[in-house]
């Protein structure tokens, strides 16, 4: 199997920034795709990273290293509606997506 | 309005029984996936359809059973449900394949007792 690993809980203030790291192990790579999602809601897309290099939306950032098999999400001027979970998906040589655990971020006045 | 739509909401299902959880699109995507998502495990592929016609194994698929039989729809049946899969259902679709956007239904809550 797919070897996806991010932490598990982060918290952070208001307006600060945060950094959520993703470590994967995969046979082959294809792609790597950031999803947020809410407490009880589906998951919606954040961004998606092939290449090398920083991808930049806005807030937003997301960032691969394809030799060091490493991504990370960074989350500028945060603010409370962020608080969610963000998961880490990486398309293996099977062309499938395969997620890691989710990294819950709590955002605190 | 465009988007995937799911059913049921949630059921609670007695062991042994059959379900079916059923996922239609509008948006034409040629793909679609079927996921389940446990606390600390994250969401893991049940089976997918590249295309109408045609179905393939996740990561998850022994239980369950998917049909596509037109674009829109692909349902995820239970033949005997089993208490292990209790879990939150999500169906996704994406327009051409694995490496476009997945846009991902509501979820199904479901319950084996």
């Known amino acids: 199997g797919q070897n996806i690993d991010q932490p598990t809980e982060m918290t952070a203030t208001e307006g600060a920034i945060v950094q959520i790291n993703c470590t994967y192990q995969t046979s082959g790579f294809n792609g790597l795709f950031w999803y947020q999602q809410h407490a009880g809601e589906a998951p919606t897309f954040l961004s998606y990273?092939?290449?090398?290099g920083l991808e930049e939306k806005g807030r937003f950032s997301s960032f691969l290293s394809r030799s060091k098999g490493y991504s990370y999400l960074l989350l500028k001027e945060l603010q409370m509606k962020d608080s969610a979970s963000y998961l880490c998906a990486v398309i293996a040589s099977d062309y499938k997506l395969s997620f890691g655990a989710g990294t819950t971020v709590t955002v605190r006045a | 309005i465009a988007g995937i739509t799911q059913a049921p909401t949630s059921q609670i299902l007695a062991a042994g029984r059959r379900m079916t959880l059923r996922c239609t699109q509008d948006?034409?995507?040629?793909?679609m996936y079927w996921y389940r998502q446990d606390l600390g495990l994250g969401l893991r592929l049940i089976h997918y359809?590249?295309?109408?016609?045609?179905?393939g194994k996740g990561e998850v698929p022994d239980g369950y059973s998917v049909s596509r039989a037109n674009t829109d729809d692909f349902p995820l049946t239970l033949a005997s449900a089993v208490p292990s899969q209790t879990s939150v259902y999500f169906c996704a679709s994406s327009k051409t394949g694995v490496t476009d956007t997945q846009y991902f239904g509501p979820g199904t809550r479901l319950t084996v007792l």
């Open positions: 359809s590249n295309t109408a016609g045609t179905t």
């Open positions: 990273n092939v290449l090398d």
């Open positions: 948006m034409r995507h040629n793909a």
